[in-house]
């Protein structure tokens, strides 16, 4: 969940630091810090809070240099603090950034404190940086004191590391968490997301698991876990520098919502054509091993974990296939069987988050027929770790709380569900039908979103309110899940979800006038009991809020309100389409009690750790 940027070059290095920070702040952080050499010596500064309050420090007392590395700090080991916050530094002016969890940093504590070195942080960070140091008493060469370093680590990291010794080289390391390269003329770059190196470079190189580099302004050195020298390929991203920026919009989120049909357009382009799924989109070998796929396990979290929850309704509904879902930190820690010719399918925004990257490489060893990665990110670890992909092609989603990335991975989890579909049943028919349902997506998003105002007059109703109750039936329940997450994400108001009938089982006793139960009922099959279930609320006091198809026969009454939706969505259609007020709803409520709607308390974007 932290960020690193580092760079080396011949002008000052500083505002790119600062700009590559400031493009890493949606992942969550608690505090930021760089340090640089100059004429030699290493300078460092450091601010608890947001990167704006680095950026005073740094005007007050100005730095220039033409190397140095920054980073943005979520907290794990000690509490948010200047102490705590990187880089860390060691004696002989090395310096260190490092992302993720050393499992075995107090032993390394316990045995560096017996040799003499003092500490002081509370972090598993300076543990490396100190183990560093300790091993240039024997090499004078940091890059084989890091290599012998991190063969003593357990856990998960991605490190740069400067050092006064070596002034003309930055040092770095991956191990379980995103580091990629950027290359430049005559200078080159370091980070844990492209995104923060795209105004000084589109060519990146990612480093795998267990390479440590060696990064000088004009060349770039790569060793593997093996010690022996390897050669990782330079790829151009698409991204482009200004995708992330908000234009009109007041913030990251309210854009990102807006930007959902054009999203989940683009995410089925060249994927659909004449009515049919090409489903070699997911890659060369996926005809052959979705012919054998006799069923299927999804591992996500999050947001995610609600996409999969969608799919594994339409896979059992469309595809007659069995589905199991779990949560990917539950998953790692239990011995599943595994039946025969499963397709592994794993859900990322970021293609970083740990539990899921961790899941899919214990699945590797599970016996499955495949894996299949859903992600947002083409350089992201998942992605590379999986045999069959499919990019959901969301763009730059800032925001803490997921919106576009949830639509385009329900788009993208669709497409497998025809693909799967198409060698049950080999009817042509019904494929076009289910393509057409498809790509009919986009538009109903785009009317749906004509309910900005009418949800922004709603939210005038929760902004005093402390707890919230989400029901929804069937497949629809997945979205009431994903309506109460973003609520208690951004808004801080308590939020649950339930399936409607399970009401009597013990949600009902918390129903007074003072709860709002948040309701979705499209025009379906479980109709009829889920307006039963409704009746029990009102009998209670609970005041509804009901987002109903036109023709499902809800009327606004007292205690009721009805908020109508597009008329005959389909079951196909029914999520993507009634999670757009959920997100509109969450947002507006959020605004009107004043918390961080882009960066909520706590959270972060791209979880690294467990």
């Given at each position: 969940?932290?960020?690193?940027?580092?760079?080396?070059?011949?002008?000052?290095?500083?505002?790119?630091?600062m700009e590559?920070?400031?493009?890493?702040?949606y992942r969550?952080?608690?505090?930021?810090?760089?340090?640089i050499l100059?004429?030699?010596?290493?300078k460092?500064?450091?601010?608890q809070g947001k990167?704006?309050e680095?950026?005073?420090?740094?005007?007050?007392?100005?730095?220039?240099?033409?190397?140095?590395?920054?980073?943005?700090?979520?907290a794990t080991?000690?509490?948010?603090?200047e102490?705590n916050a990187?880089p860390?530094?060691?004696?002989?002016?090395l310096?260190?950034?490092?992302?993720?969890?050393?499992?075995?940093?107090?032993?390394?504590?316990?045995?560096?404190?017996?040799?003499?070195?003092v500490f002081?942080?509370?972090?598993?960070?300076?543990?490396?940086?100190h183990?560093?140091?300790?091993?240039?008493?024997?090499?004078?060469?940091?890059?084989d004191a890091?290599?012998?370093t991190?063969?003593?680590l357990?856990?998960a990291?991605?490190?740069?590391?400067?050092?006064?010794?070596?002034?003309?080289?930055l040092?770095?390391?991956?191990?379980?968490c995103?580091?990629?390269?950027?290359?430049?003329e005559?200078?080159?770059?370091?980070a844990?997301?492209?995104?923060?190196?795209?105004?000084?470079?589109?060519r990146?190189?990612?480093?795998?698991?267990?390479?440590?580099a060696?990064?000088?302004?004009s060349?770039?050195?790569?060793v593997?876990?093996d010690?022996k020298?390897?050669?990782?390929?330079?790829?151009e991203?698409?991204?482009?520098?200004?995708a992330?920026?908000?234009g009109?919009?007041?913030?990251y989120?309210l854009k990102e919502?807006?930007?959902q049909p054009?999203?989940?357009?683009?995410?089925?382009?060249?994927?659909?054509?004449?009515?049919?799924?090409?489903?070699?989109?997911?890659?060369?070998?996926?005809?052959?091993?979705?012919?054998?796929?006799?069923?299927?396990h999804i591992?996500a979290?999050?947001?995610?974990?609600?996409?999969?929850?969608?799919?594994r309704?339409l896979?059992e509904?469309?595809?007659?296939?069995?589905?199991?879902?779990?949560?990917?930190?539950?998953?790692?820690?239990?011995?599943p069987?595994v039946?025969?010719n499963?397709?592994?399918?794993?859900i990322?925004?970021?293609?970083?988050?740990?539990?899921?990257?961790a899941?899919?490489?214990?699945?590797k060893?599970?016996?499955y027929?495949?894996?299949?990665?859903?992600?947002?990110?083409?350089?992201?670890?998942?992605?590379?770790?999986?045999?069959?992909?499919?990019?959901?092609?969301?763009?730059?989603?800032?925001?803490?709380?997921?919106?576009?990335?949830?639509?385009?991975?329900?788009?993208?989890?669709?497409?497998?569900?025809?693909?799967?579909a198409?060698?049950?049943?080999?009817?042509?028919?019904?494929?076009?039908g289910?393509?057409?349902?498809?790509?009919?997506i986009?538009?109903?998003?785009?009317k749906?979103?004509?309910?900005?105002p009418?949800?922004?007059?709603?939210?005038?109703?929760?902004?005093d309110?402390?707890?919230?109750?989400?029901?929804?039936?069937?497949i629809l329940?997945?979205?009431?899940?994903?309506?109460?997450?973003?609520?208690?994400?951004?808004?801080?108001?308590?939020a649950?979800?339930y399936?409607?009938?399970?009401l009597?089982?013990?949600?009902?006793?918390?129903?007074?006038?003072?709860?709002?139960i948040?309701?979705?009922?499209p025009?379906?099959?479980?109709?009829?009991?889920?307006k039963?279930n409704l009746?029990?609320v009102?009998a209670r006091?609970?005041?509804?809020?009901?987002?109903?198809?036109?023709?499902?026969?809800?009327?606004?009454?007292?205690?009721?309100?009805?908020?109508k939706m597009?008329?005959?969505?389909?079951?196909?259609?029914?999520?993507?389409i009634?999670t757009?007020?959920?997100?509109?709803?969450?947002?507006?409520?959020?605004?009107l009690?004043?918390?961080?709607?882009?960066?909520?308390?706590?959270?972060?974007?791209?979880?690294?750790?467990?």
């Amino acid at each position: 969940m932290c960020g690193i940027v580092g760079a080396i070059a011949d002008r000052n290095i500083v505002p790119i630091l600062m700009e590559g920070l400031r493009r890493l702040e949606y992942r969550g952080y608690d505090s930021a810090g760089l340090a640089i050499l100059t004429n030699g010596q290493l300078k460092r500064q450091r601010r608890q809070g947001k990167v704006a309050e680095l950026q005073l420090a740094l005007d007050a007392e100005p730095m220039a240099s033409t190397i140095g590395i920054a980073h943005t700090r979520w907290a794990t080991h000690g509490v948010p603090s200047e102490k705590n916050a990187h880089p860390h530094i060691s004696h002989d002016g090395l310096a260190i950034v490092h992302n993720g969890i050393i499992e075995n940093h107090e032993q390394l504590r316990d045995e560096l404190q017996s040799a003499g070195y003092v500490f002081t942080s509370d972090t598993d960070t300076e543990v490396i940086a100190h183990r560093i140091h300790y091993h240039l008493k024997k090499t004078p060469n940091v890059f084989d004191a890091v290599q012998t370093t991190v063969a003593e680590l357990q856990g998960a990291y991605a490190l740069v590391v400067m050092s006064e010794a070596n002034p003309g080289q930055l040092i770095l390391a991956r191990c379980g968490c995103p580091v990629v390269v950027g290359l430049g003329e005559g200078e080159n770059f370091v980070a844990s997301d492209v995104s923060a190196l795209l105004p000084v470079t589109r060519r990146f190189i990612f480093l795998e698991e267990g390479d440590v580099a060696e990064i000088h302004r004009s060349h770039v050195r790569v060793v593997g876990k093996d010690g022996k020298p390897v050669h990782r390929a330079v790829k151009e991203s698409e991204l482009s520098a200004d995708a992330a920026e908000k234009g009109q919009y007041a913030h990251y989120m309210l854009k990102e919502i807006h930007e959902q049909p054009r999203a989940v357009a683009q995410t089925l382009e060249e994927r659909v054509a004449n009515g049919r799924l090409l489903e070699a989109a997911f890659g060369p070998t996926a005809t052959e091993i979705f012919k054998r796929t006799e069923a299927v396990h999804i591992v996500a979290c999050g947001t995610s974990f609600h996409a999969g929850a969608v799919a594994r309704y339409l896979i059992e509904q469309v595809c007659r296939l069995p589905c199991h879902i779990d949560i990917a930190s539950e998953y790692r820690y239990r011995n599943p069987v595994v039946p025969k010719n499963t397709l592994f399918v794993t859900i990322s925004q970021s293609g970083e988050t740990a539990d899921t990257l961790a899941a899919l490489r214990l699945a590797k060893e599970g016996g499955y027929l495949s894996s299949l990665a859903v992600c947002n990110v083409p350089e992201s670890s998942l992605v590379r770790e999986s045999e069959l992909v499919m990019l959901t092609r969301a763009g730059p989603e800032i925001g803490v709380a997921s919106t576009k990335a949830f639509t385009t991975q329900i788009a993208a989890l669709t497409m497998l569900v025809i693909a799967l579909a198409k060698y049950r049943t080999a009817d042509a028919e019904r494929e076009r039908g289910l393509v057409t349902r498809l790509i009919e997506i986009p538009g109903l998003i785009e009317k749906t979103l004509t309910l900005d105002p009418v949800m922004k007059k709603l939210a005038e109703r929760f902004v005093d309110k402390h707890h919230a109750l989400f029901l929804g039936r069937g497949i629809l329940h997945p979205i009431a899940m994903e309506g109460a997450l973003k609520l208690k994400e951004i808004s801080y108001i308590h939020a649950e979800a339930y399936p409607a009938g399970e009401l009597k089982h013990g949600p009902l006793a918390l129903v007074d006038a003072d709860m709002p139960i948040i309701t979705v009922a499209p025009n379906n099959d479980l109709l009829e009991k889920l307006k039963s279930n409704l009746m029990e609320v009102r009998a209670r006091g609970g005041e509804l809020f009901v987002f109903a198809d036109p023709d499902s026969g809800f009327e606004s009454s007292d205690g009721v309100t009805v908020i109508k939706m597009p008329k005959h969505v389909t079951y196909l259609q029914a999520p993507s389409i009634y999670t757009i007020p959920m997100q509109l709803l969450a947002y507006h409520v959020a605004i009107l009690r004043g918390t961080d709607v882009d960066q909520p308390r706590n959270l972060a974007k791209s979880v690294t750790v467990e």
